[in-house]
């Protein structure tokens, strides 16, 4: 989980995948840039269906793990490497999917509001999650925050 909580972080900033708790802040802003109603819904739509999918992909990538240490647990004829080798790229894959996700979402988003815009939104959301990890912390730690906001219980590595 140490490892992949700077990776998801730093990849999930330009997303803007929290939407809640943020609504009216994130809409006046994105009406700011002149957008329409339905842009803003647009932009929305991405964030969801960008978290949505991420959750998704953070949970296979917790069955995966499970599995690995499963396999790795001693037995009569010992781990089964190639086994291990497939769920390895197994997660590897899930990894693969959750960048690609992340760049689909930052690309539809640069195209709605602009480079300009884009920069300032960015900028906003990157304080919105400093904001949201430091009153986690305060409130139960990182794992409250995690829970909170990716819907993520436990490690993910």
Same mark, same amino acid.
């Given at each position: 989980?140490?490892?992949?909580?700077?990776?998801?972080?730093?990849?999930?900033?330009?997303?803007?995948?929290? &939407?809640?708790?943020?609504? %009216?802040?994130?809409?006046?802003?994105?009406?700011?840039?002149?957008?329409?109603?339905?842009?803003?819904?647009q932009?929305? %739509?991405?964030?969801?269906?960008?978290? =949505?999918?991420?959750?998704?992909?953070?949970?296979?990538?917790?069955?995966?793990? &499970?599995?690995?240490?499963?396999?790795?647990?001693?037995?009569?004829?010992?781990? =089964?490497?190639? &086994?291990?080798?497939?769920?390895?790229?197994?997660?590897?894959?899930?990894?693969?999917?959750?960048?690609?996700?992340?760049?689909?979402?930052?690309?539809?988003?640069?195209?709605?509001?602009?480079?300009?815009?884009?920069?300032?939104?960015?900028?906003?959301?990157?304080?919105?999650?400093?904001?949201?990890?430091?009153?986690?912390?305060?409130?139960?730690?990182?794992?409250?925050?995690m829970?909170?906001?990716?819907?993520?219980?436990? =490690?993910a590595?």
């Amino acid at each position: 989980m140490k490892r992949l909580i700077p990776v998801v972080f730093a990849l999930l900033i330009p997303v803007a995948i929290f &939407a809640q708790g943020r609504k %009216t802040d994130e809409n006046s802003l994105l009406q700011g840039f002149g957008l329409s109603d339905a842009q803003v819904t647009q932009v929305q %739509t991405i964030e969801m269906a960008t978290r =949505d999918t991420l959750r998704a992909d953070i949970t296979h990538i917790r069955l995966v793990r &499970a599995q690995i240490a499963e396999a790795l647990l001693p037995s009569a004829s010992g781990p =089964d490497a190639k &086994a291990i080798d497939a769920l390895i790229e197994m997660k590897g894959q899930f990894r693969i999917d959750i960048d690609k996700q992340i760049m689909s979402a930052r690309l539809q988003l640069l195209k709605i509001m602009g480079d300009g815009n884009f920069a300032k939104y960015e900028r906003f959301v990157r304080d919105e999650l400093r904001h949201r990890f430091e009153e986690g912390r305060r409130m139960g730690g990182e794992s409250g925050f995690m829970q909170e906001r990716f819907g993520m219980q436990g =490690d993910a590595r």
